[in-house]
């Protein structure tokens, strides 16, 4: 169907040219923009969507009802309506990103939609741009270019610079992104998406938080992408009169239902067809949200009913064929030939495309691949980081200096034994809080760009998952080190290479899982509620039952159980094996008499005698692997949630 039309459209086109003096160039030109085999027709019929308010809801709401419409490749379309109305809803359902509770028919060029298919041929820019803060404008497009292009390095960077200078970003090239304007920010997150000239766009509010100026330039961008031969769809609020003028076709809706779809042109006519006058210079789409909100009473059964809900095709521009086609024309004459060529595809991606979708790959990369560029680009985002990098490790080093100076020359003195075991289990407990504290901030942080990427097919899951944390590994290490380096020298343990090696193999341990539990809760949870909830629910109850507060034996039989549970039991009996454990000669004394001067003496009377070093270590590995499987079914779940049932 989507093709038929186009094709109608073009010959109407054409004949509407010949009689123009430039009739023969209008043809060719028209021709090189429209590209058939690579367009794109979203046809959608009766579909309604409806949602619970919250999760144990038993009620449901109908956010869309029966709609129906028809969004053509060359035509720049904007679905309009008021706060609540549903246009959002709308954009999630036809991006794929809403599919449960969804009811009715999406057709893409006349055939039933495949989604996976659809959503390696579209892309969705949302509202939030949601970007890598501390890259450069280049180094956030260079990834895009290596996650999505498998042609060659020099033809990449061509196609780079062509986006850059097309969007006018070539000037802050290299500024970081979290110092651009809004404007710079809309129009980077549009080019990232164009690397790969996908046939179909949808943008949400892509105006939003723009002055006047900078959102008609925005528009004027994204006009020329769809005269350019793909298919744009974005949602409006509520455009003035000359962002409305620039819009090809208007779909519009209200309480969940179209009450209009056609040309900006032929909206007042057909508000006067339904006996409704917009005033002289008064914005018609001022004038239609007035309608839809009922301040010239309730005209929107009418409106329904006359457009159809979205079937009515009577008032698209095809229906003034004359006027429409000489803008056409006009149009056609002034698209932009750097957008003509982003429009080309290379001869790889060609293949990419024609080849039998069975057959082709989700992702234009391998996994390594992903893996080695999401490394690079967390390496540069985590050297500018001072928060997660530069705080953590100068914090490690102050502490660890204050702490050296507190537990100064206590490690081989018995007089000072119990301070030492007091220090053994503040490094572990500062260590563990500080690794749960870093992650639990920050991970959150990056779950919108996960969103956006990940939905847009630019990395597979587990390539992020695994580059993220292998990326966290040095500094997490560098940190520890930096620590253990400092305390274990100023307070004067045993200078013993393999106790040192093993102290400092459980403290990573250690760390490493306290890091996976704050990962755990920033993945499930907002910050706010992470850094309140968090350390109550999975550190304190360690905490009590870490054996430091209270001794296996000497606790309730019923509580006992309890102590099994506990990572910190398990961390602290290793540390205080590696330290006083495998014979260790006995302490010298600088008193009369000192009751643990036999490191056995210690271990038995803190109920470690028969704690085993590599035991306790495998726990806490086989604890890890655990939450490390929980960590990525919970975000895998959590981003299918949030692509199967928007909130």
Not at 418 to 443: G, P, Q, R, W, Y
Request: glycine share 4%.
């Amino acid at each position: 169907m989507g093709t038929k039309v186009l094709i109608e459209m073009q010959q109407q086109l054409r004949y509407a040219m010949s009689s123009s003096k430039n009739a023969e160039t209008s043809t060719k030109k028209l021709d090189d923009m429209m590209d058939i085999d690579n367009s794109i027709f979203l046809v959608f019929e009766d579909i309604s969507y409806s949602a619970k308010p919250w999760l144990f809801s038993k009620q449901k709401y109908e956010l869309l009802k029966n709609v129906s419409g028809e969004f053509r490749a060359g035509e720049l379309t904007a679905i309009m309506g008021l706060s609540g109305a549903g246009k959002s809803t709308l954009m999630d359902v036809l991006t794929g990103f809403t599919t449960s509770g969804v009811t009715g028919n999406i057709m893409v060029n006349s055939k039933a939609r495949n989604l996976d298919e659809f959503r390696r041929l579209s892309a969705y820019i949302m509202q939030n741009n949601n970007l890598q803060p501390l890259l450069t404008v280049q180094e956030a497009m260079n990834v895009a270019a290596d996650l999505k292009l498998t042609v060659s390095h020099q033809e990449k960077k061509q196609k780079v610079d062509q986006i850059l200078v097309t969007m006018s970003l070539e000037s802050c090239r290299h500024t970081r992104t979290d110092q651009l304007s809004g404007g710079e920010r809309k129009r980077l997150a549009i080019a990232l998406e164009l690397i790969n000239s996908p046939p179909i766009l949808f943008f949400d509010e892509p105006t939003s938080g723009l002055d006047s100026v900078t959102s008609k330039y925005c528009i004027t961008l994204l006009k020329q992408l769809a005269k350019a031969g793909q298919t744009v769809i974005c949602s409006i609020h509520q455009p003035s009169a000359s962002l409305l003028n620039m819009m090809d076709h208007l779909y519009v809706i209200a309480e969940g239902s179209c009450v209009y779809s056609g040309s900006t042109q032929n909206l007042v006519p057909y508000l006067s067809s339904l006996g409704l006058q917009c005033p002289t210079h008064y914005n018609p789409a001022d004038y239609l949200m007035e309608i839809c909100n009922g301040d010239y009473g309730k005209h929107l059964p009418q409106m329904v009913e006359a457009i159809e809900n979205g079937k009515n095709n009577a008032w698209r521009s095809t229906s003034n064929a004359t006027t429409a086609n000489h803008q056409e024309e006009v149009i056609a004459l002034n698209v932009t030939a750097s957008f003509q060529a982003l429009r080309q595809r290379s001869p790889m991606e060609m293949q990419q495309v024609t080849t039998d979708k069975h057959l082709v790959s989700d992702y234009a990369t391998s996994f390594w691949k992903q893996l080695v560029i999401l490394l690079k680009r967390n390496a540069i985002r985590l050297s500018r980081d001072k928060i997660l990098t530069f705080t953590r490790l100068s914090m490690h080093f102050v502490i660890a200096l204050i702490v050296g100076t507190i537990y100064f020359k206590v490690g081989q003195d018995a007089v000072y034994v119990l301070d030492n075991f007091n220090l053994l289990f503040f490094n572990i407990m500062f260590l563990m809080f500080s690794a749960f504290s870093a992650t639990v901030t920050t991970f959150p942080s990056e779950l919108p760009v996960i969103m956006r990427e990940h939905f847009n097919r630019w990395y597979k899951l587990h390539s992020f998952y695994l580059a993220n944390k292998l990326a966290d590994i040095p500094i997490q290490f560098g940190a520890i080190s930096l620590y253990i380096l400092i305390v274990y020298y100023m307070s004067d343990q045993l200078l013993e290479l393999q106790r040192f090696c093993l102290y400092t193999l459980m403290c990573f341990a250690i760390t490493m899982v306290a890091q996976m539990f704050g990962l755990l809760v920033g993945t499930g949870m907002k910050v706010q509620h992470g850094m309140v909830f968090g350390p109550f629910f999975t550190i304190l109850p360690f905490l009590m039952f870490s054996g430091f507060f209270v001794q296996f034996r000497d606790a309730h039989p019923y509580l006992r159980w309890l102590f099994h549970l506990s990572f910190l039991k398990y961390g602290f009996e290793g540390v205080m094996i590696a330290i006083y454990g495998y014979d260790r000669p006995k302490l010298s004394c600088s008193d009369v008499y000192c009751h643990f001067a036999i490191p056995e003496t210690l271990l038995n009377a803190v109920d470690m005698k028969q704690a085993n070093y590599w035991f306790c270590l495998i726990v806490l590995v086989c604890l890890y692997l655990m939450l490390d499987i929980g960590t990525y079914a919970l975000l895998k779940l959590k981003l299918e949630k949030r692509v199967l049932c928007s909130v």
